[in-house]
């Protein structure tokens, strides 16, 4: 059974950093997609990153719009995904979650998003960005 376990959430001033963390366990993650996805209070849970399995040992990584040229994510040993968030905004306040669905090389970042609700979740970490 695939868990995924978050860490590095807190509370930062608008401006500041924070890294998260997902470590996945009870599978062979190589050729998963692994990503974040984020909720705001009384909002959806949306898109935030990716990195999208494109074969071997290779990934894509796409972003959101909003967090484009502040966030990074990265892969490490196939089965530890990290979002690096800079210079966060009060609007990136939000619970994050940490999503692994299994892929096909080269699957399109629309196909993973559709996957995702099936995919496998961890327990969210709050951010919280003060302005």
């Known amino acids: 059974q695939v868990q995924l376990v978050e860490s590095g959430g807190g509370l930062v001033q608008a401006g500041g950093s924070l890294r998260l963390s997902c470590a996945a366990s009870?599978?062979?993650?190589?050729?998963?997609?692994m990503g974040w996805f984020r909720q705001a209070p009384g909002k959806e849970r949306v898109f935030v990153a990716t990195?999208?399995?494109?074969?071997?040992?290779?990934?894509?990584t796409d972003y959101a719009d909003s967090v484009k040229g502040r966030f990074t994510i990265s892969r490490s040993n196939t089965s530890t995904v990290y979002l690096q968030m800079n210079s966060l905004k009060p609007e990136d306040t939000a619970v994050y979650y940490c999503?692994?669905?299994?892929?096909?090389?080269?699957?399109?970042?629309?196909?993973?998003?559709?996957?995702?609700?099936?995919?496998?979740w961890g327990q969210g970490t709050q951010v919280t960005v003060s302005s």
């Open positions: 990195t999208r399995w494109r074969g071997g040992f290779t990934y894509y």
């Open positions: 999503n692994a669905v299994q892929a096909t090389g080269g699957d399109t970042l629309g196909t993973i998003l559709k996957r995702a609700d099936s995919g496998s």
């Open positions: 009870g599978g062979t993650f190589r050729s998963y997609s």
